[in-house]
């Protein structure tokens, strides 16, 4: 399988009469650079008959130039406080909006000498990242849905090129690179984007398996039912829809190892809700629109394996376990006051079925758990959470950011702090949430012997991640800074980054992510 639906070339010249529009990035359309500099006439003479193009955001569709069709897309100024590579992002993604709306088929790409970025003062103000985030953000935005190649609409070109700022090895190694990214964003967006039929739970399975399951490179392993006996609150959010066959939920399993020194195993479990009425606490008031994208976390995770299995990181390990079920509202729903005894023998209360997230990722977590107490040394393994947990982050941080959250363990890794770092090189950003006393305590309060509670309190930070990590009877068995067995744990929430509907699905956090654990593996 072609990892992409058109054709990548690295371009070294401009001129090429290959492409059929030539599309440029730049801060300042009037300073394009010692290599663009023949074209710096005809867009000097454009800006003096429309001054907006100067404007950041704008972009100008010119009828000149070696292709015929001349496309400046100004990202503005990248020097301020405020400003990241999401500037380029962006100004490439609406450069290529406008490329295709023209009717381009082959445009070329490239990005412009940059005269405000703040080389030596920011880690990602360096040309090779600013090309990076302008092919990925001209892939974002030439993703076709899947619903919409079902019923055969073509890819939005036929060749994308590319001009690198690095001639040679360096500039194929950057392609070669961006495609595999984006190859696994298609299928975490594939599964994160698409609607709740098209992808049912075990449709999702199917796909994954699909994509795969052709290499020897990962394992997956699908589990075709929800087991009550391995993973009682997940079966508990499963019952309701799985009286309906095509609703039923399935249990994915994911495994990679290089073929190197793997120092540092990655956990990983996904929270994969294909679709969420809310349960018996129903989403009532028009809120239930757009709960098709409440398994964008797992499918973000099924996308880093697709890149794992394309780049083949020699000293990397991961393995996951996503959980895919629909929080159906029917005669045999879960409902609020069941005390369900987990996987790790928790008695836990449900205090709100629309809090299913913790429930379906819990007993995975658990399972995790003892994964990584089965390694050599167990304190080198990380588990994250990757979920779409809506009240948290949006509230915390609006919708276009991810935030992860450590336990002691983790944080004594720096593993949020080197993951936002890692995003920023990406335009891929991240949040940083602080685990307090209050969200421990609200897990403490048991209104029965020796239970707690799925959700009671109004902290926004304490709902969405408190009860998720698989805990023991005892508090001293939490693996957490005081434990013996340290464990480090980390929580994503993409619910914000993960794409605001009806916008397309981002496929975040999978760039930060291989930014931080695949990229310093390939470089080094």
Not at 287 to 311: E, N, P, S, V, Y
Request: charged content about 25%; proline content about 7%.
């Amino acid at each position: 399988m072609d990892p992409l639906p058109y054709k990548l070339t690295s371009v070294p010249d401009y001129r090429d009469s290959g492409f059929d529009c030539l599309v440029i990035v730049g801060d300042d359309p009037t300073a394009l650079g010692d290599g663009l500099s023949d074209l710096a006439p005809i867009l000097t003479a454009y800006c003096q008959a429309d001054a907006a193009v100067l404007e950041a955001g704008s972009v100008a569709l010119i009828p000149s130039g070696p292709q015929g069709r001349l496309l400046f897309s100004n990202s503005g100024r990248l020097n301020r406080d405020q400003d990241d590579l999401r500037r380029i992002y962006d100004a490439a993604g609406a450069g290529l909006t406008r490329a295709v709306g023209a009717g381009a088929r082959r445009p070329l790409l490239t990005v412009a000498k940059l005269a405000s970025l703040p080389v030596g003062r920011e880690p990602w103000a360096t040309q090779p990242a600013a090309d990076r985030a302008a092919l990925l953000g001209a892939m974002q935005a030439l993703y076709t849905p899947l619903e919409l190649r079902d019923i055969g609409r073509r890819p939005k070109i036929d060749q994308l090129g590319f001009r690198p700022s690095s001639a040679g090895e360096a500039g194929e190694s950057q392609l070669r690179l961006a495609a595999a990214l984006e190859a696994g964003r298609i299928l975490a967006r594939d599964i994160g984007g698409s609607d709740p039929e098209r992808m049912t739970a075990k449709r999702a399975a199917e796909l994954i398996r699909s994509v795969l399951g052709e290499d020897a490179g990962v394992t997956v392993e699908v589990e075709e039912r929800v087991d009550p006996a391995k993973y009682p609150l997940m079966a508990a959010v499963d019952r309701a829809a799985s009286g309906v066959p095509r609703h039923a939920g399935c249990v994915v399993h994911l495994s990679y190892r290089g073929s190197g020194d793997c120092p540092q195993p990655l956990l990983f479990v996904g929270k994969g809700i294909t679709y969420d009425t809310g349960g018996a606490d129903v989403k009532a008031g028009g809120h239930m629109a757009g709960m098709h994208r409440d398994k964008c976390g797992a499918a973000a995770i099924a996308g880093l394996f697709r890149t794992l299995q394309l780049l083949r990181p020699p000293r990397v390990e991961a393995h996951a376990s996503l959980a895919f079920v629909r929080n159906s509202i029917g005669s045999n729903s879960y409902v609020a006051d069941e005390i369900i005894t987990s996987r790790a023998g928790v008695r836990v209360r449900v205090g709100n079925t629309d809090a299913e997230g913790r429930m379906v990722m819990a007993d995975l977590l658990c399972l995790m758990r003892e994964r990584a107490l089965g390694l050599p040394n167990p304190s080198a393994a990380s588990l994250f959470t990757v979920a779409t947990l809506t009240g948290h982050v949006i509230r915390a941080y609006g919708v276009n950011y991810a935030a992860a959250m450590d336990n002691g363990p983790a944080r004594l890794k720096d593993t949020s702090a080197r993951l936002q770092r890692a995003g920023d090189l990406v335009a891929d950003p991240f949040e940083i949430s602080t685990i307090r006393r209050e969200d421990y305590n609200m897990v403490a309060r048991k209104p029965r012997p020796r239970t707690c509670c799925s959700a009671t309190t109004s902290r926004v930070r304490a709902p969405p991640r408190a009860p998720v990590p698989c805990r023991l009877p005892h508090p001293r068995r939490w693996h957490g800074l005081d434990s013996d067995r340290p464990i480090a744990y980390t929580h994503i929430d993409v619910a914000g980054s993960s794409g605001d509907y009806p916008d397309p699905a981002t496929a975040s956090p999978l760039l930060a992510l291989a930014a931080r654990y695949i990229l310093p593996d390939l470089s080094g």
